[in-house]
């Protein structure tokens, strides 16, 4: 039985996460991280995406995605693939880096914006890896705290 397809909606925006294979680390040192990063500025731009915000955890990713263009399937398809031939090319690696496909969840109200943009943010506080959102070097939800504030008119 073939998996269902994916939703991809004109100015849809997305809580998009994907975790290592076997739970197993995705970036092994920051040189990782900044090539995963870039790799992600390029496919933002090549698919005119809007990036509203991301945490790069050890062995997964949270991703804050607005698609103007009802295209997040390709490119999530482009950055995964990249960004696996890259780490696997530099690590002297073959198969898999991400588990399964990637997940994804619509955000369709602007309390759910609010909700998954702390969620994201303070991921990193719940894996007792910083104290604060702002100290973690590796996300960013600046994009969707201006969002949330505009959206409440604070």
Request: one cysteine or more.
């Amino acid at each position: 039985m073939g998996r269902k397809p994916r939703e991809n909606v004109a100015g849809g925006i997305y809580h998009v996460f994907a975790r290592g294979n076997n739970r197993a680390s995705v970036f092994f040192d920051d040189r990782d991280r900044r090539a995963y990063l870039g790799i992600l500025s390029d496919v933002t731009e090549e698919f005119g995406w809007v990036r509203l915000g991301y945490c790069l955890m050890s062995n997964h990713v949270h991703l804050l995605i607005e698609t103007p263009e009802p295209n997040l399937s390709p490119g999530m398809q482009q950055l995964q693939s990249r960004y696996t031939k890259r780490f696997n090319w530099r690590h002297e690696r073959s198969g898999h880096v991400f588990q399964g496909r990637y997940g994804c969840e619509r955000v369709t109200s602007d309390e759910q914006l609010v909700a998954v943009t702390a969620y994201v943010a303070e991921n990193p506080v719940k894996a007792g890896l910083c104290d604060d959102p702002e100290s973690w070097a590796w996300t960013d939800c600046g994009a969707a705290r201006r969002r949330v504030r505009k959206v409440l008119g604070a």
